[in-house]
């Protein structure tokens, strides 16, 4: 008789569920550095041969293995770095079999690649790396939160004081629904002070946040770290986005009365396209359509930046709104993305930026990459050399994915 906990798919492929079962709750309390060798286990339980993890690093150059024994791999240059790059899966030939280069993404972001080992692939195979990753996925997600050893794994330099501190409070560089994604970038990963970014969603609804504080020192850090808290707490207690603003505004006026930042921070429906938003002092947002920019699309009048007080306090902060079209792309950066200058000391500039994203989604590249070239375009052009800090927030609407 056959035996009902296990799952025969020819005796080559027959899955033992109760060791199955076994190594999932292990995995519930496993520390991050048991997590190579859980995942070697649970390939074999389910008939593959060998599963290696890689992180990508903080700067998304190389991909690194999570068994320290390993080398790193370039994400431009490997089979891995392309499971990566394109989110899709790969397969190459290897040493006695294949090798399955599974794309590791939790929700809409990319955290690195599974190399599953297996003598012979066939869709149950397939399907069962695709699983394995899947799982593992969650799995680092969910322990990365407390795990200094996952975030010191994925660094190749040392942290600065203010960055450590502002990187603790960012969200997943990418966020989304099946509507609407958001993706940002920060730089320089290991010395930023002043900028941040933020997004999140609720319900059919995504926010998003970029701001740019006074300074380039812990100070500047903490400003956007209180902003970010003070936006948090406002959009998590059902605020309007007037009301959000002007709970930033209140909080660095009573917490940090000498300090300010400019900000735009932006509300879309993504059942409906209606974007609203708001711009304190910031680079006007841009609204890219059919592969080019609206010009002015979503400029608006001057407001003052978050934070001031006394008589230089803003009134009422200015709601303005608009309607997307389906494809629509909406940009925020600071002005240190469009001041880099190369040795020559010409700037980057706004059009240089833009025709960037603008060939690489006509290219068919997804937003998360799109921002990564870009930003490796950037450091390149200053010679890794940045004069400010540069971050970008790239969200697209795209109700079409349902």
């Given at each position: 008789?056959?035996?009902p906990a296990?799952?025969?798919f020819?005796?080559d492929?027959a899955v033992d569920e109760?060791?199955?079962e076994e190594?999932?709750i292990?995995?519930q309390?496993?520390?991050?550095?048991?997590l190579p060798?859980?995942?070697?286990?649970c390939a074999?339980a389910l008939?593959l041969d060998?599963?290696?993890?890689?992180?990508?690093?903080l700067q998304?150059?190389i991909?690194?293995?999570?068994?320290e024994e390993?080398?790193p791999?370039?994400?431009?240059?490997?089979?891995?770095?392309?499971?990566?790059r394109?989110v899709s899966?790969r397969?190459v030939e290897?040493?006695?079999?294949?090798?399955v280069?599974?794309?590791?993404?939790?929700?809409a972001?990319?955290l690195?690649?599974?190399?599953v080992?297996t003598?012979?692939l066939?869709?149950?195979?397939?399907r069962r790396s695709?699983?394995?990753?899947?799982?593992f996925?969650m799995?680092i997600?969910s322990?990365r939160?407390y795990s200094d050893?996952l975030?010191?794994?994925t660094?190749?330099?040392?942290?600065?004081?203010p960055?450590?501190m502002?990187?603790?409070f960012?969200?997943?560089?990418t966020v989304?629904s099946?509507r609407?994604v958001?993706?940002a970038?920060?730089?320089?990963?290991?010395d930023?002070a002043?900028?941040?970014?933020?997004?999140?969603?609720?319900k059919n609804v995504?926010?998003?946040?970029?701001l740019?504080?006074?300074?380039?020192d812990?100070?500047?850090?903490?400003?956007t770290?209180?902003?970010?808290?003070?936006?948090?707490?406002?959009?998590?207690g059902g605020?309007t986005?007037?009301?959000?603003?002007?709970?930033v505004d209140?909080?660095?006026a009573?917490?940090?009365?000498d300090?300010?930042c400019?900000?735009?921070l932006?509300r879309?429906?993504?059942?409906?396209?209606?974007?609203?938003?708001?711009n304190c002092g910031h680079?006007?947002?841009l609204?890219i359509?059919?592969?080019?920019?609206?010009?002015g699309?979503l400029?608006?009048p001057p407001?003052?930046?978050?934070?001031l007080v006394?008589?230089l306090?803003?009134?009422?902060?200015?709601?303005?709104?608009t309607?997307?079209e389906?494809?629509?792309?909406v940009?925020?950066?600071?002005?240190?993305?469009?001041e880099a200058?190369d040795?020559?000391?010409e700037?980057f500039?706004l059009?240089?930026?833009?025709?960037f994203?603008i060939r690489?989604?006509?290219a068919?590249q997804l937003?998360?990459?799109?921002?990564r070239?870009?930003?490796h375009?950037?450091l390149?052009?200053?010679r890794?050399q940045?004069?400010?800090?540069v971050?970008?927030l790239?969200?697209?609407w795209?109700p079409?994915?349902?």
């Open positions: 008789m056959s035996d296990r799952e025969s020819g005796p492929t109760i060791r199955l190594l999932i292990e995995a309390t496993a520390l991050p550095v048991e060798g859980l995942a070697n286990r074999s008939g060998t599963a290696l993890i890689y992180l990508v690093d998304q150059r991909l690194i293995p999570l068994d390993l080398e791999l370039p994400v431009d240059r490997s089979c891995g770095g392309w499971a990566y394109t899966p397969v290897a040493d006695s079999g294949l090798i280069w599974m794309p590791l993404v939790d929700g972001e990319r690195g690649v599974l190399a080992r003598a012979s066939d869709g149950v195979r397939m695709r699983m394995l990753a899947h799982l996925a799995l997600t322990k939160a050893w975030a010191g794994r660094r190749t330099a040392t942290m600065r004081l960055a450590e502002l990187r603790a960012l969200p997943p560089s989304g099946r609407c958001s993706t970038v920060l730089e320089p990963a290991y930023v002043g900028d941040a970014f933020d997004h999140s969603v609720i995504l926010h998003t946040m970029i740019d504080a006074m300074g380039h812990l100070t500047a850090g903490l400003t770290s209180v902003a970010m808290a003070a936006a948090r707490e406002a959009r998590r605020r986005l007037a009301d959000i603003v002007g709970s209140q909080a660095l009573r917490w940090l009365p300090q300010f400019t900000g735009v932006c879309l429906d993504a059942e409906t396209g209606v974007l609203r938003w708001v680079p006007p947002p609204l359509r059919d592969e080019r920019v609206l010009a699309a400029d608006s407001q003052p930046p978050i934070g006394g008589s306090a803003p009134g009422a902060r200015q709601v303005h709104e309607t997307l389906p494809g629509d792309c940009l925020l950066y600071t002005d240190g993305v469009v200058r040795a020559n000391g700037e500039g059009d240089r930026f833009t025709e994203i690489s989604n006509a068919g937003p998360a990459e799109v921002l070239l870009l930003n375009a950037i390149d052009y200053q890794n940045l004069r400010d800090d971050t970008i790239l969200f697209e795209r079409q994915h349902r």
